[in-house]
């Protein structure tokens, strides 16, 4: 019955069904072949219960707060502010890639949005100075990824929702990893451009006097991120509550740049939406899934395969992070966090592993399926908004991103408190 789960998961992913379909037919067909008992008919339960979960209300907030940002113009000044400060470093635009991408997921929470966004805002620049596509494509590609890590993410949430675990903690223990991938990122730019100085040109210096003035264009997204990530950890506000002050936050925006109009809302609203929609008939078909396993006992029959390996720990948590980079190269993200949590999670605790380590550990992961071919979510968006160019650039420049995410994961395992010390204090100063 497990080995036809996985053989089921993985044949109607390569199939090209949408995600919701996917999991809907792998629970549909475990419950009419395995079970004795009408499970389909709790479906109608399991939809409402899943959707009214409050945490869940957080998703389509912070999607409009992403949408309304990408429409207000703040996007495109803060790209230009951040290039005065870091763009003389070698690598010079792809730094500023980086950095744009850090600070736009601190406010969008969404990994494919972030992509789209600074990569709309930086490709033009790519053939117009000079650089050499692939490093470059790479450096928008996964600087998205970033997305779904840092605070506030779309991820966390769902992971929280499904793992039982506080998106408070997962926020607060994903912080320093976060900032720790981008600055990991920006170094082997660095590093690589030191040794290859063609891949990007060299510009001199912004004078002190122009950068001090183009900070005033990154304060409306750090305020942003105050509001929104600052609420939650200062204990004023929940993840949900947090998700509506940041909307309201990107609305006074909208407003004060004289970007509000008609049309602005409804294409904001629209493409709200239509994500919000997508992503909720994934959770619902999941939750139906999770369901089944967990009446047929498929999850608890994964633990126990798990628990009678006489592996160490540290070996099965290696052979699960290899699975996952497997995966991640054949599943669309979504359903890989989604269908996988349930049956992951215990395994973990199993093993003596805190599930808020391991989720910014999976959230890692997840992030490498979004750069890793060929289903890579980020790398068609940031192939899609290039003019001309074959999609080999996009991929190698990804690809080394890649490592550098492996290497974050290697020292979460080394250094556990990198995700841990954070929840503990603030803990500690709420007892």
């Known amino acids: 019955m497990l080995s036809f789960t996985v053989i089921g998961l993985l044949a109607l992913a390569a199939s090209g069904l949408f995600v919701a379909a996917v999991l809907g037919l792998l629970g549909g067909g475990l419950a009419t072949f395995y079970s004795t008992f009408p499970l389909i008919r709790g479906l ?4 409402w219960t899943s959707s009214a979960d409050f945490v869940l209300v957080a998703i389509p907030m912070f ?3 992403g949408e309304l940002l990408l429409r207000s113009g703040v996007t495109d000044d803060m790209y230009v502010a951040l290039d005065r400060w870091v763009g003389h470093i070698p690598g010079g635009l792809m730094h500023t890639n980086i950095a744009a991408s850090a600070l736009f997921a601190a406010t969008s929470g969404s990994s494919i949005a972030t992509s789209a966004t600074i990569g709309t805002v930086s490709i033009p620049n790519m053939e117009r100075y000079g650089y050499k596509p692939a490093l470059f494509l790479g450096t928008i590609a996964a600087g998205g990824t970033l997305g779904i890590l840092i605070p506030p993410s779309i991820n966390m949430v769902l992971y929280g929702a499904l793992s039982e675990t506080a998106v408070s903690d997962l926020y607060l223990a994903a912080l320093i990893p976060g900032i720790a991938m981008a600055v990991l ?7 690589a451009c030191v040794f290859r100085p063609d891949l990007a040109p060299r510009t001199e210096a912004i004078p002190w006097g122009q950068r001090f003035a183009a900070l005033r264009h990154l304060v ?3 305020l942003l991120f105050l509001l929104v990530v600052g609420s939650i950890y200062a204990g004023l506000a929940t993840p949900t509550e947090a998700s509506a002050l940041g909307v309201v936050g990107s609305l006074v925006l909208v ?3 004289r970007r509000m109009s008609l049309d602005l809302m409804l294409r904001a609203f629209e493409g709200t939406v239509r994500t919000t929609s997508m992503v909720m008939l994934i959770v619902i078909a999941a939750f139906f899934l999770n369901f089944v396993l967990s009446t047929l006992g498929i999850t608890d029959m994964a633990v126990q395969m798990v628990s009678q390996l006489t592996w160490p720990p540290l070996a099965v948590l290696a052979a699960i992070i290899v699975l996952y980079l497997v995966l991640g190269c054949f599943v669309e993200t979504l359903t890989l966090m989604i269908a996988t949590t349930p049956v992951i999670v215990p395994i973990i605790k199993q093993l003596g592993y805190s599930p808020l380590w391991f989720g910014v550990v999976f959230v890692i992961l997840i992030e490498a399926a979004l750069i890793t071919p060929p289903i890579g979510m980020n790398l ?6 290039r003019k001309s160019g074959p999609f080999r650039d996009v991929v190698l ?5 890649v490592a550098v995410m492996l290497l974050m994961i290697g020292l979460l395992i080394a250094f556990p408190s990198m995700a841990l010390w954070l929840p503990s204090v603030f803990a500690q100063s709420r007892a």
């Open 397 to 401: 420049g990804a690809l080394p991103f």
């Open 185 to 191: 990122f920006s170094g082997f730019v660095l590093l």
């Open 44 to 47: 109608g339960e399991i939809a």
């Open 63 to 65: 999607i409009l707060m």
């Open 220 to 222: 409306p997204p750090i």
């Open 255 to 257: 407003i004060t740049r």
């Open 380 to 385: 068609f968006v940031v192939q899609s908004l």
